[in-house]
């Protein structure tokens, strides 16, 4: 078996060098979106409802409604102190 030589070898640790950055990269940003869905997840969910319903043709007032208390619930829990002693407070 022959050796690979030193320049083949830094090649090849430099692409897995790069290979595990972007593995950090993808899975901070898994983390982020799965934070933002947690926090806004039942008003985006309301808004897309209620965007399906005027498409439809039918009125979204409820969904528009449900949408709006829950970006102010949302609001709310951001804007609450968080620590270790009341960490699982208001998860559902």
């Known amino acids: 078996m022959h050796p690979l030589p030193a320049r083949a070898s830094r090649s090849s640790r430099q692409r897995g060098q790069g290979m595990t950055e972007y593995i950090i990269v ?3 940003i898994a983390v982020a979106a799965i ?3 947690t926090l806004f ?3 985006i969910r309301n808004q897309t409802a209620g965007l399906a319903l005027e498409v439809s ?3 979204a007032s409820t969904a528009i409604g449900n949408a ?3 970006a102010t619930t949302a ?3 951001a804007n609450a102190r968080k ?3 009341n960490y699982d407070a ?3």
Do not use: E, I, K
């Open 26 to 28: 993808v899975a901070l």
């Open 68 to 70: 709006q208390a829950n």
């Open 57 to 59: 043709g039918q009125t």
């Open 41 to 43: 997840g039942q008003t």
């Open 35 to 37: 934070g933002v869905y």
């Open 83 to 85: 620590g270790l002693d």
């Open 75 to 77: 609001s709310t829990n």
């Open 90 to 92: 208001n998860n559902r």
